[in-house]
């Protein structure tokens, strides 16, 4: 079993920027690519980026591509999302996820509990 945490979220200007955190634990949190996907209100959880567990690969939604950096930190169980140039549109929970790779969220077996991202204009 891995268990995730997110922390991080919170209430932004457009064109400002937040990082998002998600701490894992469990025996083999580590060895797992870790993901993020956010849903809005009335919408799907959609894809957002994904990394390796050795941090060496990385893959972006379009819709985040050169605004939104993945990055995880082994030694400390955790994965990151730097989030720059924030737009209304990112308003949504977001979702720490493991266990799985690729964009559709029905892949991944461990999901932590979401955090509120919400960008005023």
């Known amino acids: 079993q891995v268990q995730l945490v997110e922390s991080g979220g919170g209430l932004v200007q457009a064109g400002g920027s937040l990082r998002l955190s998600c701490a894992a634990s469990?025996?083999?949190?580590?060895?797992?690519?870790m993901g993020w996907f956010r849903q809005a209100p009335g919408k799907e959880r959609e894809f957002v980026a994904v990394?390796?567990?050795?941090?060496?690969?990385?893959y972006y939604a379009d819709s985040v591509k050169g605004r939104f950096t993945i990055s995880r930190d082994n030694a400390k169980n955790t994965v990151y999302l730097q989030m720059n140039s924030l737009k209304p549109e990112d308003t949504a929970v977001y979702f720490c996820?493991?266990?799985?790779?690729?964009?559709?969220?029905?892949?991944?077996?461990?999901w932590g509990q979401g955090t509120q991202v919400t960008v005023s204009s």
């Open positions: 990394i390796t567990w050795t941090g060496g690969s990385t």
């Open positions: 996820a493991a266990g799985g790779w690729g964009t559709d969220s029905a892949g991944y077996d461990y």
């Open positions: 469990g025996r083999t949190s580590s060895t797992y690519p």
